[in-house]
């Protein structure tokens, strides 16, 4: 090949590479107009009945605190009895979430007295005494720190707004509980060095969205102003996200889109759109396809893969607390709320498939998911 002919194929490859590099980076992705989905009573009856289930069932279990002696080693429910079903402490936690939510919405389900008989024997003086007590604890002190810790809040922040006599005496038991984990958080954010930013448990910016709602439900200024402070120090300089990198394959929380619900609470309107606009890509761009896309889930029944599904729910309710947080003209709001009922869709369509992996903690997902508030 002469000289002028290889100069010429390698420019005609260079150009060919170039071109499908613009090509993928302005290709824009359909996104079908869908309905988000409403909850309705018979779908509270489907999910209030995976809680009412699970709080009784004691095991399988994991406790995830540590043990200073052998005389730590007796049930977990010895230790925390209030929250001592559904696997673990924190989806105990947001599945007892999940029946004062459902019960608020619908006080008439058929389930209605079954769900106040559970709550009232858990949300006595005696066991929340037996919780304040494992978590004064010295090896316990940070345990569920920061998860189950947000879950605790909006637990506490549902009994608040529940406006029934039951309720507020459930609020007033768990109060001093409260109190302890709500210091916590304060002490703790106050001191952390920078945000945790995995798709699991520790995600600094899913938690705190929780908390920042129990703050203001409580009208607990002081913590609303540590929250929006840190807030703001941890993400108000960053700009594009990663989006391309999630999700991994054991995430139930999108790092993007947390953060961005998060700031979507703490910014004002125009203050959040015009870093909304420098931290994420546009929902039809091709970077966005790993976002926009609902996760592939090899095997629905293996309890950290099947954090999937949860995926495809937290992903559903900050895609549209983010649309609800933009102008009713500004273009990214209806994709945005696309998104939302195309993620609620998968997941509704797949935590029937997932066994005890899923049932112990989805339907507070799900049920978050379809009545956002």
Excluded at 77 to 100: E, N, Q, R
Excluded at 274 to 282: G, I, Q, S
Aim: hydrophobic share 45%; charged share 25%.
């Amino acid at each position: 090949m002469s000289k002028s002919m290889t100069i010429l194929a390698i420019s005609l490859f260079l150009f060919i590479a170039v071109f499908s590099i613009w090509f993928l980076k302005n290709r824009q992705v359909d996104l079908p107009q869908t309905p988000f989905r409403e909850i309705d009573v018979q779908t509270a009856v489907k999910l209030s009945k995976l809680p009412l289930e699970c709080i009784a069932l004691k095991y399988p279990n994991k406790p995830g605190n540590i043990h200073e002696t052998e005389a730590d080693a007796v049930p977990h429910a010895l230790k925390t009895p209030v929250f001592s079903g559904c696997f673990d402490w924190h989806s105990s936690v947001h599945m007892h979430w999940t029946l004062v939510r459902l019960l608020r919405l619908f006080p008439d389900m058929e389930t209605s007295t079954q769900i106040n008989s559970l709550l009232d024997s858990q949300f006595t003086d005696e066991k929340i005494a037996t919780e304040i007590a494992f978590f004064n604890e010295k090896f316990n002190l940070t345990f569920e720190r920061t998860y189950g810790w947000a879950w605790l809040m909006r637990l506490q922040a549902e009994l608040l707004i529940s406006g029934d006599e039951g309720s507020a005496q459930r609020a007033r038991k768990l109060a001093p509980l409260v109190k302890i984990i709500r210091d916590r958080t304060i002490e703790f954010f106050n001191k952390l060095p920078s945000a945790i930013r995995p798709g699991t448990h520790a995600n600094t910016a899913f938690s705190m969205d929780h908390m920042l709602a129990y703050s203001r439900i409580a009208k607990d200024t002081e913590l609303e102003n540590v929250l929006k402070k840190r807030a703001r120090d941890f993400f108000e300089r960053d700009v594009k996200c990663p989006a391309a990198y999630e999700p991994s394959g054991v995430d139930f929380i999108s790092p993007c889109l947390a953060e961005a619900q998060l700031m979507s609470q703490v910014l004002e309107k125009d203050e959040f759109k015009n870093w909304l606009d420098k931290f994420m890509p546009h929902p039809k761009a091709y970077e966005f396809t790993n976002i926009s896309a609902p996760p592939v889930i090899t095997d629905h029944k293996d309890y950290v893969i099947g954090h999937l599904v949860g995926l495809n729910f937290q992903r559903a309710w900050s895609f549209k607390m983010i649309a609800e947080a933009l102008a009713d003209d500004d273009p990214l709001k209806q994709p945005y709320l696309n998104l939302a009922a195309i993620h609620l869709n998968a997941g509704l369509d797949g935590m029937d498939k997932t066994g005890y992996g899923g049932e112990h903690w989805l339907a507070s997902f799900a049920t978050y998911a379809m009545t956002a508030e």
